[in-house]
């Protein structure tokens, strides 16, 4: 009896362990199973309006902009800035030689002095005859001809006066001045070399804002409005994107290049961006308001099929075929397919098979 009553309570032993073992190893399994759920994050599907965007390139410069050309012919003596320094509107940055337009300023004053006393000779003549001509003493003749020698004397004495002026806005123009206040983009010249009014010599511009002309289609143009809102990017200084907005749109196309000239103005209160750079430009065209819309990046392209993963309330992924319409940067229309609300992948959607089952993102996993 005791050997049999051992014998009992070593067997029930193995099946309490045997239990405990099957119990252990299936939560293990299970465990193990969870943990080698993908883990995805999802979006969900929105109603929004959503427009299609496209891109155009140009050269930003200032929105102040100007190309500065002497006013007088003359050699290069102080160039006063250099390259990028700030300028203020009627500071001089070039000044040039004056030797000849200082000759030239004392001719014309030696002139105007000229014509001073001989106006005053003839004023004074030109009285007296006046008063002899009352008493009788000379004749009309004689008074007409001193009244034309103050006339002339007169016009004499103001084209002197005007060639002295002349000869100081000359003097004058020996200093290239900056038109407006901004940064000194461009010197295009060194001392003493000789400068002409037909060569341009520095550019300054206001770059507080900037500029960038662009050339749109015709399928684009009648979707760009004045103040429309766009994104600009300069890729040479980094990803970040600017906002801009469009200033002007032509009406009438290039006759040339069959496009429309459009400008567009961004704020540079940083300075970070400079003229000269290349800018790509998104504009928004058509658009549609109130549509479903999902984020870019949760499609699939399959061959010809857009395909998304949805997640249903058990974690469980399905593959759906869509029909898309409008598309932009970050979003795209969901003409069929998906419904209001409905949860889509938007990370770790590579590597999903329909029916899988994951562990979402700031969820929990059934």
């Keep these: ?109 030696a002139t105007l002095a000229q014509a001073e006393s001989a106006y005053e000779n003839a004023r004074i003549n030109a009285e007296r005859i006046r008063m002899l001509h009352r008493e009788g003493a000379v004749s009309d003749q004689q008074l007409e001809q001193a009244e034309l020698g103050l006339v002339q004397a007169s016009s004499a004495l103001e084209q002197a006066r005007a060639g002295v002026q002349g000869a100081r806005n000359l003097l004058s123009n020996c200093q290239i001045t900056s038109p407006i206040e901004g940064v000194v983009g461009l010197i295009q010249v060194n001392e003493g070399d000789m400068v002409s009014p037909q060569v341009p010599v520095t550019v300054v511009s206001s770059t507080g804002k900037l500029a960038v002309k662009l050339n749109v289609t015709e399928g684009d143009i009648s979707f760009i409005k004045v103040n429309d809102p766009v994104k600009v990017r300069v890729s040479s200084i980094s990803d970040q994107e600017f906002t801009g907005r469009v200033t002007s749109v032509a009406a009438v196309a290039h006759p040339q290049f069959k496009t429309f000239p459009v400008e567009v103005t961004l704020d540079n209160p940083d300075n970070l961006l400079k003229s000269g750079m290349i800018a790509e430009v998104r504009i928004g065209t058509e658009g549609k308001d109130g549509v479903l819309t999902i984020p870019r990046n949760a499609v699939v392209q399959k061959g010809a099929r857009h395909v998304v993963f949805t997640v249903d309330e058990e974690s469980i992924v399905h593959e759906t075929t869509i029909e898309v319409g409008i598309q932009n940067r970050e979003r795209v229309e969901v003409v069929k397919g998906l419904k209001l609300g409905d949860q889509v992948v938007v990370k770790g959607q590579t590597l999903l098979h329909d029916a899988d089952k994951v562990r979402v993102a700031g969820g929990t996993v059934e």
């Design 1 to 109: 009896m005791r050997r049999r009553k051992s014998s009992v309570l070593l067997l029930g032993a193995v099946l309490i362990m045997a239990i405990l073992c099957l119990g252990g190893c299936g939560k293990e399994e299970a465990e193990k199973e969870a943990d080698n759920r993908l883990t995805v994050e999802t979006a969900a599907v929105t109603k929004e309006s959503i427009r299609k965007e496209v891109t155009y390139s140009g050269t930003l410069k200032g929105a102040d902009e100007v190309i500065v050309y002497p006013k007088v012919a003359a050699r290069v003596v102080t160039i006063h800035l250099q390259e990028g320094d700030r300028v203020e509107k009627g500071q001089v940055i070039i000044s040039l030689d004056t030797s000849d337009y200082d000759t030239q300023l004392t001719v014309a004053e």
